[in-house]
């Protein structure tokens, strides 16, 4: 079993910066790819940003330009570097990953992965 750990939500202001870490422990199954997916109270999780194999990234529009996916080598950790916040980036942000999902139409959605982590929130306020 493969087991996500999110960490560096927090609060910040309009404009400010969060980086966000997920760390992956358990099974040494090899992911093949990882995500960051987000939530508001009410809402669908959205898919935010994601990598599919070593280097392939993908954002949704709403964040592009703003938000950085990455990983360690080991695909260990994954990381959102998230810029330039606005209120409506408030959400809780959950890290999920797969060992298997190399298909771009499921990067950034929820069924394309098989484990997820327990979430961070973000709060962005104006």
């Known amino acids: 079993q493969v087991h996500l750990v999110e960490s560096g939500g927090g609060s910040v202001q309009s404009g400010g910066s969060l980086r966000l870490s997920c760390a992956v422990s358990g099974s040494t199954t090899t992911l093949v790819s990882m995500a960051w997916f987000r939530q508001e109270i009410g809402k669908e999780r959205e898919g935010v940003a994601a990598i599919v194999g070593d280097d392939r990234t993908t954002y949704a529009e709403s964040v592009k330009g703003r938000f950085t996916i990455s990983q360690d080598k080991h695909k260990i950790t994954s990381y959102l570097e998230m810029n330039d916040l606005t209120p409506n980036d408030t959400a809780v942000y959950y890290c999920?990953?797969?060992?298997?999902?190399?298909?771009?139409?499921?990067?950034?959605?929820?069924?394309?992965?098989?484990?997820w982590g327990q979430g961070t929130a973000v709060t962005v306020s104006s």
């Open positions: 999920a990953a797969d060992p298997f999902m190399r298909s771009w139409s499921l990067a950034l959605k929820t069924n394309g992965y098989l484990f």
